[in-house]
């Protein structure tokens, strides 16, 4: 049997990533390799219970920093992994630091590289996960991607050869836990009847203190109670812009939520405004409308059918959130089971 070394290092490349693994284990010999880019934020071995894949074989925690030197420390113990494993194939997902350490690594060991979640592109192009994807497909030699525009994407970038439309991990996660999200997070003791949810975390959001502050300004203009998992990074900016004194009256802020527990805020809002990618396509496959509080999203066809709405880090929520329903079609292949065919294709080469 053929080997494969999947590396991650964040918790959403995981949930992202646990349908994948199960499928590519009936291929292939799994290395599973987690770099620790989110090593204080996550990782107890009940989130891997929980996901139902194993353990990591190897635990880095090498990531915490975000800078040049942290993703070099990375490269360096993921060759002396790979170097030992000699694996068949390396597998990175995404744009974080730990899928570009993982690329990096496996084209200085000459190693096969995929990569999930190829081909997707922002117009910003110094947004860091920019920078990430593009040097990733820069060395990548399979390039499996979530979307027909990531596909077309890569051919105007010049790509020719293992370019496949497959679909997206994301909504064969939703599939798999589905029966599973909770009616309200464990955490809370109540929920609000009618309440929409809010998740902010990216860079040119929270480090900027305009930003941010224009986001939380928006936020108080819902008719509703909002409800606000913070994410460690906008709780330390918060902190350090002194904005806590100043924070609208209608929004509820929460310690950081599982995977399961976003999905349940999800199913049971009205509305949700974030800038994370992957809340946007769950809140669409859940059937919710979505603002996304930034300039753009890489997720084009969710926006060109109407699923979403962008709107920037200042926007008016009075009267909620209004989407379209757009092609059916369209949705149904967006979100077709993609890690059984992305296995096979992987075997298949």
């Not at 694996?87 to 200085?108: E, F, H, M, Q």
């Not at 592109?121 to 920019?130: G, H, Y």
Request: aromatic residues 8%; hydrophobic residues 40%; proline residues 6%.
């Amino acid at each position: 049997m053929k080997k494969a070394a999947l590396v991650v290092g964040t918790r959403p490349q995981f949930v992202k990533t646990a349908p994948l693994t199960l499928e590519l284990g009936r291929f292939f010999q799994m290395v599973l390799i987690h770099t620790g880019q989110h090593y204080d934020f996550m990782m107890s071995k009940s989130f891997f219970g929980e996901l139902g894949i194993p353990d990591p074989d190897y635990h880095l925690e090498a990531a915490k920093s975000l800078s040049g030197d942290g993703i070099g420390k990375m490269i360096d113990r993921l060759e002396s992994i790979l170097s030992y494993e000699k694996p068949d194939l390396v597998i990175v997902v995404g744009d974080t630091n730990s899928t570009l350490a993982g690329a990096l690594a496996a084209v200085r060991l000459r190693l096969p590289l995929a990569h999930v979640e190829a081909g997707v592109r922002a117009l910003d192009k110094k947004l860091p996960e920019q920078i990430n994807r593009v040097m990733t497909d820069a060395v990548a030699d399979y390039f499996l991607c979530p979307t027909p525009s990531a596909v077309q994407n890569l051919k105007r970038e010049g790509k020719c050869d293992h370019i496949y439309d497959t679909g997206d991990v994301i909504y064969d996660c939703l599939r798999s836990f589905f029966e599973r999200i909770p009616v309200k997070p464990e955490s809370f003791e109540s929920l609000p009847n009618r309440f929409a949810l809010a998740t902010i975390h990216r860079a040119e959001a929270v480090d900027n203190k305009e930003n941010l502050k224009s986001v939380l300004i928006s936020l108080e203009s819902a008719n509703l109670p909002v409800i606000f998992p913070v994410h460690p990074r906008t709780r330390k900016r918060i902190e350090a812009f002194g904005l806590w004194g100043n924070m609208p009256g209608n929004v509820r802020f929460t310690d950081p939520l599982g995977y399961l527990d976003i999905l349940s805020l999800i199913k049971r809002s009205e509305f949700v405004v974030t800038d994370s990618g992957g809340v946007q396509r769950e809140a669409v496959f859940l059937g919710k409308p979505v603002l996304v509080a930034r300039p753009e999203t890489e997720w084009r066809e969710l926006e060109e059918n109407h699923w979403l709405r962008v709107a920037g880090y200042s926007f008016d929520l009075s009267g909620g959130v209004d989407t379209e329903i757009g092609n059916r079609g369209v949705l149904e292949h967006l979100t077709r089971p993609a890690s059984a065919e992305m296995a096979r294709i992987l075997a298949g080469l």
